[in-house]
């Protein structure tokens, strides 16, 4: 089955700096990549998701990046805030129409003020 | 903004006891899941549900468990006979389908076995 492994574990960064979390799979298979935040309490919640036919996708402060060669995938956050400071969760799931996600172990993100 | 409710939030049970965990899917969502996560571990799929009918499961959902859509709204998990070892947040999930693809979630219920 599919394997993802997620690093670091924990990162702070200061107020305004970028921060960049990184995942790789197993499964040559998985061709849908979403990125969930944690906030404290809550349910994971979609930030942002790429499809194994695109490279690059980019929402405001928030971008990912998949190379389906080597079997990895990034988030990058530009100018953090303290408000983005929550565990960050990527995960795999092949094709089909049941959404079977394989998480990672998570990211503890803090941006310092 | 539609969400996905669950309830209760928090349930403390004793080992072997019965407990079911309820959950109302987004109204116009066509498939349900349930996923766990236990303290610091990562969040791990448990199954998936559509058109009445477990569609996946993973090696964890055994016979313990069953999911159900009693009455066309709620969806439900049951656990038969709990273990120390099923104490663990459990979210529910919906997504509209294939071509939708996002899962929503909801936040979680805690469940603590004694």
């Known amino acids: 089955g599919e394997n993802v492994e997620q690093h670091p574990s924990t990162l702070s960064v200061q107020e305004g700096d970028s921060a960049v979390i990184k995942c790789t799979y197993s499964?040559?298979?998985?061709?849908?990549f979403p990125w969930y935040k944690q906030e404290l309490g809550k349910g994971p919640q979609l930030i942002i998701d790429?499809?194994?036919?695109?490279g690059e996708k980019k929402d405001q402060r928030i971008a990912v990046t998949l190379n389906k060669t080597a079997k990895h995938f990034s988030l990058h956050i530009t100018e953090t805030q303290p408000e983005d400071s929550a565990v960050y969760f990527c995960?795999?799931?092949?094709?089909?129409?049941?959404?079977?996600?394989?998480f990672g172990s998570g990211t503890q993100l803090t941006v310092l003020p | 903004e539609p969400e996905v409710t669950q309830t209760p939030s928090h349930q403390v049970t004793q080992m072997g006891q019965e407990v079911i965990l309820r959950c109302v899917p987004i109204?116009?969502?066509?498939?349900f899941y349930w996923y766990r996560q236990i303290l610091g571990q990562k969040v791990e799929f448990l199954v998936s549900?559509?058109?009445?009918?477990?569609?996946?499961k993973s090696e964890i959902f055994d016979d313990q468990f069953s999911v159900e859509r009693p009455d066309g709204s709620n969806f439900t998990l049951k656990i038969r006979s709990t273990k120390l070892e099923d104490s663990a947040m459990y979210f529910c999930?919906?997504?509209?389908?294939?071509?939708?693809?996002?899962?929503?979630f909801g936040e979680g219920s805690r469940l603590t076995v004694l």
């Open positions: 549900f559509y058109n009445n009918e477990i569609s996946e």
């Open positions: 790429i499809r194994s036919n695109v």
């Open positions: 109204s116009n969502h066509l498939y």
């Open positions: 995960a795999a799931s092949g094709y089909g129409s049941a959404r079977q996600l394989t």
């Open positions: 499964d040559s298979a998985s061709n849908y």
């Open positions: 999930a919906s997504s509209e389908g294939l071509a939708g693809g996002e899962l929503f």
